[in-house]
Each structure stands twice: as C-alpha cells, then as structure tokens.
C-alpha cells in the first residue's frame, strides 16, 4: 500500500491542523491495514503518536498528546486522519502515517510497520 500524508504546516501555539494520509490500492483493502501515527525531530528517533487498528477494536496514544490529538479513519475513502488541537511547540516534527496489514507484531515500534508515508512538515510557533 502507498501512504501520501498532507495537511501539515505552520500554527501558532493553541491552534489546530488536521493531517490527512492517503492510502492507494493494494493486495488488501486499506480496512485490513493497523494504521498509525509517528513523528520525528531532527536529531530524535522517531516517535510512536497514535495507532489505531484495522478494526478499530484499539486505539492509544503516546503521554503526551493524550487529550489533544485524535486518530481517525474513513475507510469508504482509504484514508487516515490525525486531528491535533492545543497545539505546543514541542509538537514541530515532520508526522509519517504507517501500516501493517492486520495487527503489528508491536503496536508502537517503528520496525513493526511495513509501509510509510514520505513524511509531512508541521511546525508550531510560539
């Protein structure tokens, strides 16, 4: 499956932007794939934000955006959301959606998925 984020950009602190990943046809429909969320600043490893399964049967978030962020799906349209409110500075990273096709052998390890998407700049000023 091919993911194409869109959506970031730049926001001041307190304000909201909604990610957008796109997935394209593949061997399975995009309903059969655990999708997520991670981000990375320059410098860090790449860090888990949130998932959400194949079925929705599971969700969960990293500390500390619990509260802020929501990750969402359309399957009718094969794509992902992650709606990001109160935004803080320590949030700028580029965000990279993910997907496993079914469940991933760890729900919030970058190793575990199999397909990304080429990343999607979001920066908060404060």
């Known amino acids: 499956v091919q993911l194409v984020e869109s959506g970031g950009g730049l926001v001041q602190a307190g304000g909201s932007l909604r990610l957008s990943c796109a997935a394209s046809?593949?061997?399975?429909?995009?309903?059969?794939?655990?999708m997520a969320w991670f981000r990375q600043s320059p410098g860090t490893e790449r860090q888990f934000v949130a998932v959400?399964?194949?079925?929705?049967?599971?969700?969960n978030y990293v500390d500390s955006v619990k509260g802020r962020f929501t990750i969402s799906r359309d399957n009718a349209k094969n794509m992902l959301y992650l709606q990001m409110n109160n935004l803080k500075p320590e949030d700028t990273a580029v965000y990279y959606c993910?997907?496993?096709?079914?469940?991933?052998?760890?729900?919030?390890?970058?190793?575990?998925?199999?397909?990304w998407g080429q990343g999607a700049q979001v920066t908060v000023t404060s």
């Open positions: 959400l399964t194949w079925n929705e049967d599971y969700t």
């Open positions: 046809a593949s061997t399975y429909s995009f309903d059969s794939y655990t």
């Open positions: 993910a997907a496993h096709y079914l469940y991933p052998s760890s729900i919030t390890t970058r190793g575990a998925y199999d397909y």
